[in-house]
């Protein structure tokens, strides 16, 4: 009696159908198995090795269809992929490197504006304060104004960390 109850409750259940997904980076069922059969005998290679030939070949298939109105140069670069990686490391290169900083302490109104600044003119903050370096290294008088501002707002900020901490000594008793 319980077993066609629960018949009762699953025909009566509705659920929403959602149409099968296509992505274009992989090729239909069907077309794996064709192109598997196609590129090796059976079972002289793992289905790793097959489905990873399988994703070499959309690959290449995508960036030649992709790149048939482009340059014959760019077409050269995608039909050999480790000459193109070479070039992108050798492009990579002439960049020079960067290197993750300390976190960086603002007065909140400066940070307020600066980041407001940088997002006005589309670049990070951290552009910004390498390219003012750049320029403030550039001119001796502009590094001279910069160092009298920041030894004033330095002995600010020690101020109130030597106040900070004598307000947590006194509040501590």
Known sequence: MSDSILDKIRSNRKRT????????????????EEIAQQS????????????SE??????SANATSANETST?????????????????KAEL????PTRRHSAVVLDAEIDAKLTRFCKDKGVTVEVFLEAAWLQAEASSELMEK?????????????LAGKLRRLITMLSGR
Do not use: F, G, H, W
């Open 17 to 32: 159908i959602v149409p099968n997904r296509e992505d274009t980076l992989i090729a239909p069922k069907q077309d794996r």
């Open 54 to 59: 399988i994703l070499a070949n959309e690959t």
């Open 93 to 96: 290169a002439k960049i020079p």
């Open 72 to 88: 014959n140069a760019t077409s050269n670069e995608t039909t050999n992929p480790n000459s193109t990686l070479e070039e992108l």
């Open 146 to 158: 910069i160092l009298v501002e920041a030894k004033c707002r330095y002995d600010s900020r020690k």
């Open 40 to 51: 090796t005998p059976a079972n002289e290679t793992s289905a790793n090795e097959a489905s």
